[in-house]
């Protein structure tokens, strides 16, 4: 289930893909969903956990 969700880089980071993009998009701001395109990455604090989930640990 969370192989779909994170995809893990070359250096080692986890990223995902942003919420609230796919629909009810007309009153977002431009830039607000420019910056949803970018991929996200897992903070430090949760690394450990999203490891765990995916078996990397």
């Keep these: 289930m969370l ?3 994170f995809k893990v880089t070359g250096s080692g980071k986890i990223t ?3 919420a609230f993009k ?6 977002k701001s431009t830039k ?5 395109r970018k ?3 897992v903070a ?3 690394m450990h ?3 765990r ?3 990397m640990k």
């Excluded at 796919?22 to 009153?27: D, M, N, S, V, Y």
Aim: proline residues 0%.
């Design 53 to 55: 989930l995916l078996g």
């Design 49 to 51: 956990f999203v490891k």
């Design 22 to 27: 796919r629909h009810i998009l007309t009153k």
């Design 39 to 41: 991929d996200g990455v």
């Design 44 to 46: 430090d604090a949760n």
């Design 16 to 18: 995902f893909q942003k």
């Design 32 to 36: 607000r969903k420019r910056n949803m």
């Design 3 to 5: 192989k779909k969700r």
